[in-house]
């Protein structure tokens, strides 16, 4: 599972963080997934809901996620419009196109008890 891996790479950049700022207890953090992101985020829920009862120090903390959608500008007139990767420019129709989010899976407002 994608996603296991993922969530422990999170955490243990979550520890690093507590560590350095040397905090009591993550209380809470929040991450957001990107559309793009091949991420699911029931799985990714799933797999932090296991590890954290396998991780002491992060049996309290709460996770945030919060989902980034995609948006893409046309690389032929430069509109931007939603969709996926096949999506073609509702303006113009061309195919040629550059990701402005969706792509992103970011740890973001950690708040540390210290
Ligand atoms: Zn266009």
Do not use: W
């Amino acid at each position: 599972m994608h996603e296991a891996s993922l969530v422990s790479s999170l955490a243990e950049n979550l520890l690093e963080l507590k560590r350095r700022e040397g905090g009591r207890r993550i209380v809470r953090f929040k991450v957001e997934i990107g559309e793009l992101s091949g991420v699911d985020p029931e799985a990714f829920r799933l797999a932090y809901e296991v590890l954290r009862e396998s991780l002491e120090d992060l049996r309290e903390t709460e996770m945030e996620l919060s989902l980034v959608p995609a948006r893409f500008q046309c690389g032929n007139c430069g509109q931007s419009f939603s969709g996926d990767y096949l999506a073609e420019c509702p303006g113009c129709r061309s195919l040629e196109k550059i990701v402005l989010s969706g792509e992103e899976l970011t740890l973001r407002e950690v708040e540390l008890e210290v």
